[in-house]
């Protein structure tokens, strides 16, 4: 019996095109005067700290931010640059420059199952900062309490079955009582060897239908049994 959703966000409840051409954008454009006017802020520091450890070496202020820019432009998966994206993000979410756009049906069906007692949470390469303020401010207004947890790449990678198991007894549920949803087909692959429920989702301009895929491929949240 299902008792939860388990939901990824690109690609999945908002388009990949958000974040590739709004929010990176967003965080490139003001990543040299974020770091100037807050370095010295305990936070910031420690992401300049931990880039410093990724890259092996000492580095200037100037050098860090260059570092981020160019993760920014790679696509990196990595904390630090997922933390200083969201402090970021977070100024343009709260003054209104930036909405979030979600699909029509991924906002309708989580509305539906939140109603019905369904618990939600979400699973991102975003951090969770990031993640709140996303749906802390989207086209639809405030949504973040459809969700009851969480998850980015801390607990671990997406792509690896083990992260499934650990959010499965973060929350309490079974995997096999937990729906996923993900436009990703490595990370529906991990989800479902870790005994979830899995659904791909395939929507134009974000994936591809990939031939004899061994699990269910959707094009919208209304196509999902429970």
Do not use: C
């Amino acid at each position: 019996m299902v008792k939860a959703f388990l939901i990824d966000i690109e690609g999945t409840v908002a388009p990949i095109s958000f974040v590739k051409d709004v929010l990176f954008p967003y965080s490139k454009e003001r990543m040299e005067r974020f770091v100037r006017e807050n370095r010295n802020k305990p936070e910031v520091q420690k992401v300049i700290e931990q880039v410093m450890e990724i890259e092996g070496r000492q580095m200037s202020p100037e050098e860090v931010v260059e570092t981020l820019k160019r993760w920014i432009d790679e696509d990196r998966k990595i904390a630090p640059l997922k933390d200083i994206q969201g402090y970021i993000w977070k100024e343009g979410f709260e003054s209104g420059k930036i909405k979030a756009p979600l699909y029509e049906d991924a906002y309708r069906k989580m509305k539906e199952w939140k109603e019905k007692g369904y618990r939600l949470f979400i699973y991102s390469s975003g951090s969770v900062q990031a993640q709140k303020l996303f749906f802390s401010h989207t086209e639809k207004g405030n949504i973040l309490d459809f969700f009851e947890g969480h998850f980015d790449t801390k607990i671990g990678g997406k792509k690896e079955t083990q992260s499934y198991k650990k959010i499965s007894e973060s929350i309490g549920i079974p995997t096999e009582e937990i729906v996923f949803l993900s436009d990703n087909p490595d990370e529906i692959k991990a989800a479902a060897e870790a005994g979830m429920k899995v659904y791909r989702l395939v929507r134009p301009g974000d994936a591809e239908y990939i031939e004899n895929f061994q699990y269910p491929q959707i094009k919208s949240f209304d196509e999902v049994k429970i």
